[in-house]
């Protein structure tokens, strides 16, 4: 029979990556080095573990029941994964209205324009407290604008934080709320953008792009330059069939094919193999096999090559991104 502490290692081995990563997360250092050691010690785990690990885990709830701790921020959670944030945040309105949104959840949506004042001439280390809880480039960013001096008191802290008493992520909201308050009363979220745009477009049926597209040329070189390159990605390849994939391989040689390839996961590739003889992609796979350690960089710039391969024929109407053209029936 398992312990608790090994049965808890045998259900997060058993969750998706990102659902593992999101429990540890919650987790103080001690009970990550417990969770840990179990994990690394379980070795093979056979049906009957498995069925005691859940059978544990089944009657310890039955026995607790669920925990109200942060319910709505459980369900906004599920809710953000499920439909993005901004959709989101406006079933939460309706489900939970009085409900505000806390001001260090604020800060997270909040670009680094519109934090750094929120946050000068504060305590180092309440600035270490919130650049711990954003994005890195977001946090980076900050950080850049913070004096020369704070910048490597502010890092220290960060190094050093540790288990962050719950009286600090208070008064962290507290001080928080009232420089919003002074500076902005209330902030606004910044939505929207050239990924967002390029998504939409993508969506839609082929005339839209060809109309709209044009229009925001002429106004706005740059903006619609911006908004192209999101619309035309390398991932954007893998959902193009078969007779379209085999016409951009025609256009593509094959350094530049296994070298955009050795940067992408197995499972990304079978898109591309699909679309050659058995005997040619057993060749590429080989080939991708031997091909040694390479810089990022050119996976980077062989993706692209494909990319602007891929652009080519779409504007050629050779192959088609998105709903397709609604020009013919």
């Known amino acids: 029979m398992f312990s608790d502490p090994e049965r808890a290692a045998v259900m997060v081995m058993l969750l998706e990556d990102d659902q593992a990563a999101s429990l540890l997360a919650q987790l103080d250092p001690q009970e990550l ?8 010690a379980l070795g093979e785990i056979g049906p009957v ?16 029941g669920l925990i109200t701790h942060d319910r ?22 309706r489900i939970a209205p009085e409900v505000q949104t806390s001001s260090l959840e604020l800060a997270r949506w909040l670009t680094p324009q519109v934090l750094v004042p929120l946050v000068r001439g504060e305590h180092p280390q309440a600035i270490a407290v919130l650049l711990v809880q954003l994005d890195a480039d977001v946090a980076a960013a900050v950080l850049h604008a913070m004096p020369d001096e704070v910048q490597p008191q502010v890092v220290q ?5 540790g288990p962050v008493a719950a009286e600090a992520i208070a008064m962290l909201e507290d001080m928080l709320a009232r420089r919003i308050t002074e500076c902005h009363g209330q902030a606004a979220l910044t939505m929207g953008g050239p990924r967002e745009a390029a998504e939409i477009i993508n969506a839609s049926a082929r005339t839209v792009e060809k109309r709209v597209m044009p229009e925001i040329a002429k106004q706005d070189k740059a ?14 390849l893998f959902v193009l069939d078969d007779k379209s994939m085999g016409s951009l391989l025609r256009e593509v ?11 992408s996961p197995p499972e990304n590739r079978e898109c591309f193999f699909r679309a050659m003889s ?10 991708i096999a ?36 609604d020009d013919y029936v």
């Open 33 to 40: 080095r417990l969770l840990g050691e179990k994990m690394v």
């Open 49 to 64: 573990a498995i069925a005691d690990a859940i059978t544990g885990f089944v009657e310890r709830t039955e026995r607790l």
């Open 72 to 93: 709505v921020g459980q369900v906004r959670d599920l809710m953000t994964r499920a439909v993005g944030e901004v959709k989101a945040d406006s079933l939460m309105q």
């Open 157 to 161: 802290r960060i190094a050093t934080l």
């Open 223 to 236: 903006l619609a330059k911006a908004i192209e390159n999101e619309m035309f990605k390398f991932e954007h």
């Open 253 to 263: 040689d094959s350094d530049t094919l296994i070298a955009a390839l050795k940067g």
């Open 278 to 287: 058995s005997r040619a992609a057993d060749g590429v796979r080989d080939e």
């Open 290 to 325: 031997a091909r040694g350690r390479m810089k990022m960089a050119e996976v980077i710039e062989a993706q692209k090559a494909i990319v602007t391969a891929a652009r080519r024929l779409a504007a050629e109407g050779v192959i088609v991104f998105g709903a397709g053209d």
